[in-house]
């Protein structure tokens, strides 16, 4: 069965550090990757995703992440944050194309002025 | 393109009635997914379509739940005999070319039984 694990459930960064934020995904094949954001009472709003290819996928916002097949890893980063990023952040990973999507738990990010 | 679109935003209800939420997705989308999120997780999958057929629907969803898609444009999700536990965010999303484009999300429902 599919899974996504966020292992941090809370983040906190200053304004300008670098970001880095962790999903590790089991699934026997290769996977559809993604990462959403979520603002307070909001949907969820598309950063990036990896379909195949590039392991180095850029998204919207400055983000980019990096599919790692060999330690079933799909970390989003960001070199320098800004209070406006502060949000909820989730990995899914999906099976097949157009299907159901399973998502992590979710990390909380903080940004410190 | 008006995105994803959800009626209503928040709904409150009392224990033991019915709701039914509606969702409006990109005109051009031909599946259309139901998700549950409760506080501090990550959104659950419910069920999904592909115009008008119900393609996959969770384990997760109660003989209580019901959704449909008639004619493969806006979708209902029905929760009947509504319980404290159904409170969440229902999350409705559309996709056409998810390789191109994603998964689009709604705003959500947020169901409150009282």
């Known amino acids: 069965a599919q899974s996504v694990t966020q292992p941090d459930i809370h983040i906190t960064v200053s304004e300008g550090a670098s970001l880095e934020l962790r999903c590790n995904y089991s699934?026997?094949?290769?996977?559809?990757l993604f990462w959403y954001v979520q603002s307070p009472g909001q949907g969820l709003q598309l950063l990036l995703k990896?379909?195949?290819?590039?392991?180095l996928v850029q998204g919207i916002k400055g983000f980019e992440a990096e599919f790692k097949r060999s330690q079933s890893s799909f970390n989003l980063r960001k070199p320098s944050v800004h209070w406006s990023d502060a949000a909820e952040y989730f990995c899914?990973?999906?099976?097949?194309?157009?299907?159901?999507?399973?998502f992590g738990q979710g990390t909380e990010l903080s940004v410190k002025p | 393109d008006t995105g994803v679109s959800q009626n209503p935003r928040h709904k409150i209800t009392k224990r033991g009635q019915n709701v039914t939420f509606r969702c409006d997705p990109i005109?051009?989308?031909?599946?259309l997914y139901w998700y549950r999120q409760t506080l501090g997780q990550g959104p659950e999958f419910l069920t999904y379509?592909?115009?008008?057929?119900?393609?996959?629907k969770s384990r997760l969803l109660s003989d209580r739940f019901s959704a449909e898609r008639p004619k493969g444009s806006f979708s209902t999700l029905e929760i009947q005999r509504t319980e404290q536990g159904d409170s969440a965010m229902y999350l409705c999303?559309?996709?056409?070319?998810?390789?191109?484009?994603?998964?689009?999300f709604g705003s959500g429902t947020r169901l409150t039984v009282v």
């Open positions: 999303a559309s996709s056409l070319m998810v390789d191109v484009y994603g998964y689009t």
């Open positions: 699934y026997g094949a290769t996977p559809y």
């Open positions: 990896y379909f195949s290819g590039d392991t």
């Open positions: 899914a990973v999906g099976a097949n194309q157009g299907g159901k999507l399973i």
């Open positions: 005109s051009e989308h031909n599946r």
């Open positions: 379509f592909q115009n008008e057929a119900q393609l996959e």
